[in-house]
């Protein structure tokens, strides 16, 4: 396998027509265009999009945010940690080892992650770590996240039903 390289994704007409060949593939409710398309400033804005390109092609992509400490419900002790969504990987280009990539890319910041993974995903994200968070109904609205846990950090304990 070649030396796969996470680049962080310019904020540009490039990117937003790349971005349209995900939409195409039927994955409208990872479709990040709309996200994209409220961020275009100019081409050398920092974006919240990470990607990889095989050849001149945007094969795997991802969106990246890092969340404030006091936003954390999620963590002990309570920090920054990183949201990942959207992760997303053209199926001719799957089980290449990209979706691992961007992965490894956001648990290169040391920060813990939690993730909102796709339906039948959750086999991928286990190998790779992550747990699922004990769910708690205000905070997850309907959601089931998977955490992933750096060293000296742990779940925070969900509070007891009354």
Known sequence: MENIKVEN????YKTLEAFKRFKAYGNQELSMLEDLESNIVENNSKSP???IYYGDNLVA???LYQIK???DFYFDPPQDYMALWKLEVLPDYREKGYGT???DYAKSYQLPIKTNPRINSHGF????GFQKAHYEM???LGENPLIWLPKGVQ???VAKEQ
């Open 125 to 128: 994200w286990e190998t790779l």
């Open 101 to 103: 990539a961007l992965v």
């Open 9 to 12: 994704l310019l904020i540009n």
């Open 49 to 51: 999009f990470y990607g």
């Open 69 to 71: 400490k006091k936003y």
């Open 155 to 157: 779940e925070k304990e």
């Open 61 to 63: 992509r991802m969106s």
């Open 138 to 140: 205000e905070r997850d």
